[in-house]
C-alpha cells in the first residue's frame, strides 16, 4: 500500500465509495472493499500529515523570499 501515490489511493477511494453506495456488492464483498479502502485513508492521511509538516517548516524570511526552517 506503500507504493500507491496519494492520489492514485484517492482515486481508489472513490471508486470505492461509489461502489459502496451502489449497493451491488454482496456483504462479503462490501466489508473487503470497506476494509482497503480504511487502508486507503489511513495511506492518504499520513500523506496529507507529511506534507502539512513539510509546508509548516516553511518560514517566510525578512527579505521577503522562503527558507526551510530548522523544526
Not at 462490501?30 to 496529507?48: D, H, K, P, T, Y
Not at 509538516?53 to 518560514?59: D, E, P
Request: net charge negative; glycine share 8%; proline share 0%.
Amino acid at each position: 500500500m506503500e507504493n500507491i501515490s496519494f492520489e492514485k489511493a484517492l482515486q481508489r477511494l472513490e471508486e470505492i465509495v461509489d461502489l459502496l453506495e451502489s449497493g451491488s456488492l454482496d456483504l462479503q464483498a462490501s466489508i473487503e472493499i470497506f476494509e482497503e479502502g480504511i487502508a486507503l485513508s489511513v495511506r492518504c492521511q499520513q500523506e496529507l500529515q507529511k506534507a502539512e509538516g513539510r509546508v509548516q517548516q516553511l518560514v517566510k524570511k525578512l527579505e521577503g523570499g522562503w527558507e526551510l526552517a530548522d523544526i
